[in-house]
């Protein structure tokens, strides 16, 4: 096996199916595959973060911004 920060790929079952998986990076699930976007450069093709969180992510990113204008008013 290779050693490093490799992303550890995982089989899980789904509808009765083996499909490989990982663990998201942000909230730790293990999801299939299918639930990463696509991203070329990391070593499994896929984005760190699931759907799910790079979804958040994008709004956080927001709301953040957002406060931070707020308490620059200050
Ligand atoms: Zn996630």
Redesign the pocket.
């Known amino acids: 096996m290779a050693r490093g920060k490799r992303v550890e790929l995982v089989k899980i079952m789904v509808d009765g199916a083996e499909v490989d998986a990982k663990a998201?990076t942000?909230?730790g699930?293990v999801k299939a595959l299918t639930d990463f976007q696509r991203k070329q450069s990391m070593s499994c093709g896929r984005q760190p973060?699931?759907r799910?969180?790079k979804t958040k992510t994008g709004r956080g990113n927001v709301q953040r911004n957002k406060w931070t204008a707020e308490e620059a008013m200050f």
Do not use: N
């Open positions: 998201c942000k909230c699930d973060l699931c799910t969180c």
